[in-house]
């Protein structure tokens, strides 16, 4: 199945249990640049933080071969179902990101990970595992953007989405410093969330908003320079 014919492709069945993530904006958002990288029945391809699922068994339904991978049981749970819902085959390993993986390589890596500044400095628990990242909200994503390199095949590709409150530039840099060429592929600007607007209080004391009403989200995109 090609990107094209995808959009008449019928919606995929996502079942999300309570504590794992629910396809939202920055998945839509992630999907569509996956959507774009011509995705085959001989491309590799590596879910991280893989929550429901959703993401990779649409990479398989485009005929990838696929692996997700999450620290959370739940999720792997979520994601064998929603993949038999969907007909789909795809790996699914419990992990630490790419340490799930040691010595694979993959055509393309997709990636939502958690990014949500914490006023806590105590690891997430719970639910909050799915989107609370540390004071900064680069608890995973300074990691991935490191390890990056090591997974990527030499003409591979990596797609991340995340918020600005954590750094959109930082993200940027961080990648370009670990050998990769990145750029921003996509935006959308949408209202603060429950979590968000229960924080916005810390937020302005850490300096990480202004009018407090929306973020944006980017996804970016990196290669091999």
């Given at each position: 199945m090609t990107a094209e014919s995808l959009t008449a492709a019928p919606p995929l069945r996502c079942?999300?249990?309570?504590?794992?993530?629910?396809?939202?904006?920055?998945t839509r958002l992630l999907r569509q640049a996956m959507c774009r990288e011509g995705i085959t029945d001989r491309t590799d391809v590596l879910?991280?933080?893989?929550?429901?699922?959703?993401?990779?068994?649409?990479?398989?339904?485009?005929?990838g071969r696929v692996t997700a991978v999450d620290i959370s049981w739940r999720a792997l749970a979520a994601t064998r179902l929603n993949a038999l819902l969907?007909?789909?085959?795809?790996?699914?390993r419990?992990?630490?990101?790419?340490?799930?993986?040691?010595?694979?390589?993959?055509?393309?890596?997709?990636?939502n990970p958690p990014y949500v500044p914490a006023p806590s400095t105590a690891a997430p628990?719970?639910?909050?595992?799915?989107?609370?990242?540390?004071?900064?909200?680069?608890?995973?994503?300074?990691?991935?953007?490191?390890?990056?390199?090591?997974v990527l095949r030499p003409?591979?590709?990596?797609?991340?989405?995340?918020?600005?409150?954590?750094?959109?530039?930082?993200?940027l840099t961080r990648l370009e410093k670990a050998g990769l060429r990145a750029e921003v592929v996509d935006r959308?600007?949408?209202?603060?969330?429950?979590?968000?607007?229960?924080r916005l209080a810390w937020l302005r004391e850490q300096?990480?908003?202004?009018?407090?009403?929306?973020?944006?989200?980017?996804?970016?995109?990196?290669?091999?320079?």
């Open positions: 079942w999300v249990p309570r504590g794992v993530y629910a396809p939202q904006t920055d879910d991280l933080g893989t929550g429901s699922g959703l993401l990779a068994v649409e990479a398989a339904r485009l005929g969907n007909g789909q085959t795809l790996r699914v419990r992990g630490d990101l790419a340490a799930a993986v040691p010595g694979r390589s993959f055509d393309l890596v997709i990636t628990r719970g639910a909050a595992r799915a989107w609370d990242a540390g004071k900064d909200g680069r608890l995973l994503i300074d990691r991935i953007c490191d390890t990056a390199p090591t003409t591979g590709t990596l797609l991340i989405v995340h918020s600005h409150l954590c750094g959109i530039d930082a993200t959308a600007v949408l209202p603060y969330g429950r979590v968000l607007r229960s300096g990480l908003t202004d009018d407090g009403t929306t973020e944006e989200l980017a996804v970016i995109r990196a290669e091999h320079a």
